[in-house]
């Protein structure tokens, strides 16, 4: 005897085509190794391509860098070439003789040694006056003037005039001071203007001396005497 099958009712809400409607279901059932292989295929995949655009990329830079280099050692070549030109051009004669006074030649010698024969060193001078004043006597102050024109050049005609002011114990040691003045071949004719003692007991001095010719001596001179520079 057969049992009679019970029939769900049909829900009134469900149309009949969406009762006989066939579900569609997906199921992936490859093993998990070949997908695992797969993405591991795309990976490498990936990097080889991302590792030859780097490389292409480097290598055109580095293309472009020895370009710019090459470059710039033409212009550099061609600069130094043209420098080098613009130089050997400028050898002429005037540049030659520019170089040779400007190394002391013979012929710049000769033309100090006529410009500055009748210098005078006032320094050396006034050191060499310093210098003569003996223990016991102070130079305080000395003056000096050289003439505009000198109508000889004797070696005795004075040139100028100095005037030494200083002070000393006693006047012997004025005299004494004065005394050394005159034996300089370089000065002449030294004599007292002044003497007066202070309130220290001290005696303050004046003294007048010429400047002979003897004393205007350049230093390009071969045969300056060396009692006055």
Not at 149 to 173: N, P, S, Y
Request: charged share 20%.
């Amino acid at each position: 005897m057969t049992t009679p099958t019970a029939l769900m009712p049909v829900d009134p809400t469900v149309s009949p085509q969406q009762a006989a409607r066939v579900l569609t279901i997906r199921a992936d059932l490859l093993p998990p190794e070949i997908l695992d292989g797969r993405r591991a295929r795309r990976t490498r995949s990936l990097v080889i391509v991302m590792v030859l655009v780097t490389l292409a990329g480097l290598g055109f830079w580095y293309l472009q860098a020895g370009q710019a280099k090459q470059a710039a050692d033409d212009e550099y070549n061609e600069t130094f070439q043209s420098l080098t030109f613009a130089r050997g051009g400028q050898k002429s004669a005037a540049l030659e003789n520019l170089v040779k006074y400007q190394k002391g030649g013979a012929t710049l010698n000769a033309e100090l040694k006529a410009a500055l024969a009748n210098d005078l060193s006032w320094t050396n001078m006034m050191t060499l006056i310093r210098n003569k004043a003996q223990d016991g006597v102070t130079i305080d102050e000395i003056t000096g003037s050289l003439a505009e024109t000198t109508t000889t050049e004797a070696a005795d005609e004075a040139v100028g005039t100095l005037t030494i002011t200083g002070t000393a114990k006693d006047k012997r040691l004025v005299a004494d001071y004065v005394n050394r003045l005159g034996n300089l071949k370089h000065l002449a004719n030294p004599f007292v203007t002044s003497v007066a003692k202070e309130d220290g007991g001290e005696f303050a001095f004046t003294v007048e001396v010429a400047i002979t010719g003897k004393a205007r001596c350049g230093r390009f001179t071969s045969d300056c005497p060396s009692g006055g520079k």
